[in-house]
């Protein structure tokens, strides 16, 4: 007896670990990452499921010291951030957000903390200089969610930091102010009160030199969610692009020009 999900023409197709891949993606919003008892860096809430024995312990956990000293250096971030190892296979996904691997040779790239979910120990993660960014160095795998398709750009190039998910070796960007708004009262008064926000017409991240800039195809950051998180009831933010402020419910309201303000306006 046929199953009511394939029994039809053109139904889903359903997979198990032998028809799964390995190491690539199963669809555009979704990364299978086979681990042969080996290890693989994971940040928390990005596991969808996973078939085989596979443990996900804390990146203080004592046994993983050695690992650490090589391949974790971001205190900062630490708490976000598992190590999974043992042998199987299990699915990587950011909220229906395009996934896709890159890979790293003898290289450093910088990429946007919160687009990036999960890399291979052989790869050292740092803290970048800027804030909100994570550098990885060496030569290995990692996986990245974006708002859309990644294009690549040659520097030198002007971005809103809105599209900005990374750079590749070359030097980190500075910031530029459009002349009309560092001059126009209006530009001014923006900039110190956040009365109307400031677009990528107006201020942009300048790359200069050789190197590779990564864009997402849309100027809508992926929303921060608190890792793990369960979207709550309708009218609720769910931690889902354009989903109103995110925060505890029942909050003060963020009044125009505090700090998480100019942080979001500066893309960081």
């Known amino acids: 007896m046929n199953s009511p999900l394939t029994g039809a023409p053109g139904g889903p197709v359903v997979l198990d670990p032998h028809t799964l891949p390995s190491d690539d993606n199963v669809n555009p919003y979704t990364f299978c ?16 499921a996973y078939y085989g024995q596979i443990e996900f312990n804390g990146i203080g956990h004592g046994r ?17 951030w598992v190590v999974a190892e ?3 296979k299990m699915l990587l996904a950011d909220r229906a957000f395009d996934v896709n691997s890159f890979d790293l040779e003898e290289g450093n790239l910088t990429i946007r903390a919160g687009n990036l979910l999960a890399y291979q120990p052989t790869l050292a993660l740092k803290q970048s200089i800027v804030p909100g960014f994570l550098t990885l160095i060496g030569t ?18 002007r971005v809103d930091p809105q599209a900005l998910v990374g ?26 009160t956040g009365i109307g926000g400031a677009s990528g017409e107006e201020h942009q991240f300048e790359f200069v030199g050789a190197g590779t800039v990564l864009l997402q195809s849309t100027e809508l950051l992926m929303a921060d969610q608190a890792v793990g998180a369960v979207g709550g009831a309708a009218g609720q933010n769910a931690g889902v692009p354009g989903g109103g402020q995110h925060g505890q419910q ?19």
């Open 33 to 48: 990452v086979e681990l042969k008892g080996s290890q693989w860096f994971l940040q928390k809430g990005k596991m969808i």
């Open 64 to 80: 993983f010291d050695r690992l650490l000293r090589t391949s974790f250096h971001s205190p900062l971030h630490a708490s976000d």
């Open 86 to 88: 043992g042998s199987g």
């Open 140 to 157: 290995g795998k990692f996986v990245a969610a974006s708002n859309g398709p990644v294009v690549f750009m040659e520097p030198p190039i």
């Open 167 to 192: 750079w590749a070796d070359c030097p980190s960007p500075c910031h530029h102010y459009d002349h009309g708004y560092m001059a126009g009262v209006l530009g001014g008064l923006r900039a110190m």
């Open 250 to 268: 029942g909050a003060a309201p963020r009044l125009p020009g505090q700090l998480g303000d100019l942080q979001r306006r500066f893309g960081l």
